[in-house]
């Protein structure tokens, strides 16, 4: 989608290996969000951002850091991987409260 | 590569005919809806919002309908085209609980040429 780009799209890591998701925008928008997806649950919210060095937890936070030194990267940290992280992610953005998101194409993440 | 749900709930409809897709939502409080589209491989899409104050909404060839008694939230897509096949999800949010919209479990749309 134009103006937020994820990377890799795709990757396999061993269990037990960090992992580091890159959500990257170029709309400078405060809000960023980093969510999952998985068959029979939806989108679920793990982390979000609220500006520079402000994070919060979603509800599915546990095994998932998130770090944003710069209004147009938001990073998302699996310290140690675990088969239960294979999943799909995406990142979304928004300019203000009450705004639609903007999501990315999502990143592939498979644990072996 | 497909990301979605296996056992979504489905319609299947012909080309050309009028869709409905429906969504209920869970909290009572939630003042702000989105309607999103998902293909396969892609991340989700905007579709239409619209706020509580509210009971339809036009867009291009969609329309979405809010009943906030039974809180009930409809899509409709008029002549229904085979690019219209996706996954469609229904969001809330509740705006002065921060940004952070609640995602529904998804209607996937199937349409016959």
């Known amino acids: 989608d134009a103006g937020i780009t994820q990377s890799p799209r795709h990757k396999v890591t061993e269990t037990g290996t960090p992992v580091t998701l890159r959500c990257h925008q170029t709309e400078n928008h405060r809000y960023m969000y980093w969510y999952r997806q998985d068959p029979g649950h939806g989108l679920r919210l793990i982390h979000y951002s609220y500006g520079v060095k402000d994070t919060d937890k979603g509800e599915v936070s546990d095994g998932y850091s998130v770090s944003r030194s710069k209004t147009e990267d938001f990073l998302l940290t699996l310290e140690s991987a675990t088969s239960s992280q294979t999943s799909v992610y995406f990142c979304a953005i928004t300019l203000d409260r009450d705004y639609g998101y903007t999501f990315g194409s999502g990143t592939r993440l498979t644990v072996v | 590569g497909e990301s979605v749900g296996l056992h979504l709930p489905t319609l299947s409809v012909q080309e050309g005919d009028n869709s409905i897709i429906n969504c209920a939502y869970s909290n009572s409080a939630s003042d702000y809806f989105i309607w999103y589209k998902q293909e396969s491989g892609k991340g989700p899409q905007f579709i239409i919002d619209i706020r509580s104050n509210m009971d339809k909404r036009q867009g291009q060839r969609v329309t979405v309908l809010l009943n906030k008694t039974v809180k009930h939230l409809s899509l409709q897509i008029a002549a229904t085209q085979p690019g219209d096949s996706a996954v469609y999800f229904c969001?809330?949010?509740?705006?002065?609980?921060?940004?952070?919209?609640?995602f529904g479990g998804g209607t996937r749309l199937m349409v016959k040429p």
């Open positions: 969001a809330e949010n509740i705006s002065n609980a921060g940004n952070m919209l609640t």
